[in-house]
């Protein structure tokens, strides 16, 4: 199986992601690390630490943004499962295989829960989860969180990650995902999510907002869903929305 880390600027946290990866209890993994045109020193870590592992691969290519590492990142590797780790997070040892047995029973995806950390590793909070999944709660908000175990065939199957988006990147693809088949939810912390003021979707916020509205809409018309469009009712919470039927709606409604 797969390990991908796409890291841009993670100088300060890429050797104990990395590090995570490799402390795995299963044993049969390769690591994929594809430096995304990093401009601080992540590239030298990468070099200095792991360019001679047997068991990490370590690309390099100009700023192409998170959905063009990850495909770059993923390609570089062979297994049949893939699992994501950001070059800023932490996996617990044995989240590989909790969720490759999870896997086994005929989903494409499953995954874990996560706690939240800030800059120096100190625990925030036990972060959050929907504790069972469903294809029409993943459409509100974006349920699957880290850690998550995909399919190779699925992933490839819908086109991998969107290099159009710069954002919301995740939401999409596990939307996607999840129209090919099955998700499995375990309910066990096996993933550290760093907190940093300077992450893609926390420092594009609106532009987050408007991704997450157009790949939520996109994932309506692919499922047939054509007159049904996204309403949000109260502007000071936009990520808050119901699903509005336009064969009922009239202009005095509107």
């Not at 592992?53 to 959905?67: R, T």
């Not at 780790?85 to 040892?93: A, H, I, K, N, Y």
Request: with cysteine.
């Amino acid at each position: 199986m797969t390990i991908y880390i796409p890291a841009y600027n993670v100088e300060e946290y890429i050797e104990e992601a990395v590090d995570s990866a490799l402390a795995q209890t299963y044993e049969n993994i390769e690591i994929c690390v594809h430096n995304d045109g990093s401009t601080d020193g992540t590239m030298a870590v990468l070099n200095r630490r792991y360019r001679r592992h047997p068991k990490i691969n370590v690309g390099h290519a100009p700023n192409s943004g998170i959905s063009g590492a990850s495909n770059q990142a993923i390609r570089a590797g062979s297994g049949e499962l893939v699992l994501q780790l950001d070059g800023d997070d932490v996996l617990e040892p044995n989240a590989v295989e909790v969720l490759v047995e999870a896997i086994r029973h005929g989903h494409v995806c499953a995954y874990g829960n996560f706690r939240r950390i800030d800059p120096e590793g100190t625990l925030i909070d036990e972060g959050w989860e929907e504790p069972h999944y469903s294809r029409e709660r993943l459409l509100r908000s974006m349920i699957v969180h880290h850690p998550r175990l995909f399919r190779r065939d699925a992933w490839e199957a819908v086109g991998g990650h969107d290099e159009n988006l710069t954002n919301a990147v995740d939401y999409d693809l596990f939307l996607k995902l999840s129209e090919v088949g099955t998700m499995h939810h375990v309910r066990q912390t096996l993933y550290s999510y760093r907190i940093l003021e300077t992450s893609t979707s926390r420092a594009k916020s609106a532009q987050q907002t408007s991704n997450t509205h157009r790949v939520v809409q996109a994932a309506l018309e692919r499922q047939g869903l054509n007159n049904f469009a996204l309403h949000v009712q109260n502007p000071d919470y936009p990520r808050r929305f119901v699903f509005v039927d336009n064969r009922f709606v009239t202009d005095e409604s509107q």
